[in-house]
């Protein structure tokens, strides 16, 4: 049976069982045990000891990070974090002396890759409110980000995703076609179809200048933000790669793009921004280009993922509000 034939419980169960044996790979406590908390890209669990020791085991999906992939991704969160840009959650090493461990069970079509990261504490900041103070603060962290990974210096093995048009719209669109995502049909198609073309044109005539392209962490939502006290840690970067900057903003409002708070949002984000990092007036009018760019990615991801629960969640309607906020952003973006 392939992975595209077997059943999301399946997969889980068959992972729940690689979470479990895998853990001697580490120099773990003794009677850890795993948990699985969330699966998307990839199943995340929860590893826990006697004594209250605890760390997050991520193993990665089939065939969507290479291993020099997922070590571009620790060397740059390694950087991050050395430089003193942004905390970052450290990797524990195996008793091999490696970051990345592999593994199967029976039943798995292919051995999957694992990172076990250290353990944050802290909580994502509070979304059902006013959230322009985060949103600023999220902004500020974006722009010192980009800024690093202008001066970065690449790992010899650099390889990471890219999150260009091509990403999206292009023949081998990283999440699949969104004409494939669900209700996808008659005037919702003609009027995305009419948005893909404006959102080429836009984004050619924006180029790709080393001031507005780069390495982002391309998922920087609030929820993807740690904070206890004074610290903050930014996590999750398994979608980093290279794209526009400005579309680091676009991912912060992943899924709800239609909230009347956006605005709000958005003018926040640009002032956490511009407080470190410049951010020209002709950049900030383009941001609602990126936004219906990751909408429109988005739509395409829930038609590739249909299997798990939160895309089953997401999906009634997504297609027509996508069209509604595609019509608004053709009238506006001439």
């Not at 794209?243 to 956490?272: C, H, N, Q």
Request: glycine share 8%.
């Amino acid at each position: 049976m392939s992975h595209s034939e077997m059943s999301l419980e399946e997969t889980l169960r068959l992972l729940d069982r690689l979470a479990a044996q895998s853990l001697p790979l580490w120099d773990i406590p003794e009677g850890a045990t795993a948990r699985l908390i969330n699966v998307s890209e990839n199943a995340t669990y929860l590893v826990e000891a006697p004594g209250g020791w605890r760390a997050i085991l991520r193993i990665h999906r089939e065939n969507y990070h290479s291993e020099k992939a997922i070590e571009t991704e620790l060397a740059w969160t390694d950087a991050l974090r050395a430089d003193g840009v942004v905390e970052t959650p450290a990797v524990h090493a195996g008793r091999n002396g490696r970051r990345i461990q592999s593994g199967i069970v029976e039943g798995l079509p292919a051995p999957r890759f694992m990172v076990l990261f250290e353990f944050v504490e802290g909580d994502a900041p509070d979304e059902s409110g006013d959230m322009t103070d985060h949103f600023e603060t999220l902004g500020a962290i974006a722009a010192r980000t980009h800024e690093h990974s202008r001066s970065w210096t690449w790992p010899p093995f650099f390889e990471r995703l890219v999150w260009d048009e091509k990403a999206v719209f292009g023949p081998d669109p990283t999440w699949g076609d969104w004409r494939d995502g669900p209700d996808v049909s008659g005037e919702i198609r003609d009027t995305l179809e009419e948005v893909e073309t404006r959102i080429r044109a836009r984004l050619k005539a924006f180029g790709r200048g080393p001031e507005r392209y780069g390495l982002i962490h391309a998922d920087m939502r609030l929820a993807n933000l740690l904070v206890k006290g004074d610290h903050i840690h930014l996590i999750d970067f398994d979608d980093c790669g290279l794209g526009w900057y400005l579309y680091d903003f676009a991912t912060a409002i992943s899924f709800i793009e239609d909230d009347p708070r956006v605005p709000a949002m958005k003018d926040a984000w640009v002032r956490g921004y511009r407080s470190v990092r410049s951010l020209s007036a002709e950049e900030e009018r383009e941001i609602d280009t990126f936004v219906m760019l990751r909408r429109m990615a988005l739509l395409a991801w829930i038609g590739s993922h249909i299997e798990a629960p939160e895309p089953q969640q997401l999906a009634p309607g997504f297609a027509r509000v996508t069209a509604e906020l595609g019509r608004d952003w053709l009238v506006n973006s001439p």
